[in-house]
């Protein structure tokens, strides 16, 4: 453990249904709805806040239903099988609060949709799951080096708001650096301690004019449909080429990078989209995500009106 209190965790849920069911393959939105509700068990004022449409960057993300492939619009759940859902969370209180509820039962269920799923286990422990963790804001600002790669894995479709046109949502589905370090400031800044913020429109320029794309790897659309509501997105390995000689904005970059897997990126963060974590660069072998509840892409309409995730 850090020798600081940590204040980011990933916890990883496994799950198994309590019988064999069909569900949609999309379960991000459920999945929202259930933290939401659990959270209201324990404290309704801060499930409330967090649901509140006013807060454009949330402290919570959470990824797909893992470890089934896609197959159509629904698939099957069996119950002698294990799947699992991560819920990452950027506020300490909101990890009490989580923990609260899930030991405070006996047999602690999740409800996604028609699925009533016992939870296994909640994997927090570095090391414990590939996807699992815990760390402080100041150990992520102490680690990081100003190399100049940086790898990032998008392991779930990710996509990026310019909010409402008279013809529909704009949508930008490509890793390009100015967006995905940019979403992953003002994320950062929202709620890290004061003296670890980020100049962030600085941050945004350097990635425009100073960050380039030098490997791409597996890079695909993917489609997550929220109830009718299709949702494109990109999934893939990008390495990113720090070309500026500024160390201080190396530095950030590389501090963020590592801060994805906590925060995730983009648009819908808490309702699977953006699912991203640092590797190490270099060339990459096949695509390591996790089997997602997915179907192949289409055309995307209007978002419906649900949190909008900067």
């Known amino acids: 453990m850090s020798s600081t209190t940590p204040s980011l965790f990933s916890v990883v849920l496994r799950l198994s249904p309590l019988e064999g069911v069909e569900i949609e393959a999309t379960m991000g939105h459920r999945a929202h709805a259930a933290f939401l509700d659990a959270i209201r068990t324990v404290s309704p004022a801060l499930s409330a806040a967090l649901h509140d449409p006013r807060v454009s960057v949330r402290p919570f993300a959470i990824s797909p239903l893992w470890g089934v492939p896609a197959r159509g619009e629904r698939i099957r759940l069996h119950p002698e099988r294990i799947y699992w859902l991560r819920v990452t969370l950027l506020l300490a209180p909101l990890y009490e609060r989580l923990m609260e509820v899930l030991l405070d039962r006996d047999r602690p269920q999740l409800r996604l949709g028609e699925a009533v799923l016992l939870i296994r286990e909640a994997l927090t422990t570095p090391g414990s ?182």
């Open 129 to 310: 799951h590939p996807w699992a963790g815990y760390a402080s804001w100041e150990e992520l600002a102490a680690r990081a080096q100003p190399v100049r790669e940086i790898t990032l894995d998008f392991v779930s479709p990710t996509a990026f708001s310019f909010g409402e046109k008279p013809w529909g949502r704009q949508m930008v589905v490509l890793p390009l650096p100015e967006l995905v370090f940019g979403s992953l400031a003002r994320t950062w800044n929202t709620y890290a301690p004061a003296p670890l913020r980020m100049n962030a429109k600085a941050l945004e320029r350097y990635s425009a004019e100073h960050v380039v794309i030098k490997q791409i790897a597996h890079l695909q659309t993917r489609m997550l449909n929220f109830s009718g509501h299709p949702q494109i997105g990109f999934v893939g390995r990008v390495t990113y080429g720090l070309m500026g000689e500024n160390d201080i904005a190396r530095l950030q970059l590389n501090v963020l990078a590592d801060f994805a897997f906590y925060s995730g990126v983009g648009y819908k963060r808490a309702m699977g989209m953006g699912q991203c974590r640092a590797c190490p660069s270099g060339p990459a072998g096949p695509h390591p995500a996790p089997d997602l509840l997915i179907r192949a892409a289409g055309t995307s309409p209007e978002d419906p009106d649900d949190p909008a995730e900067s």
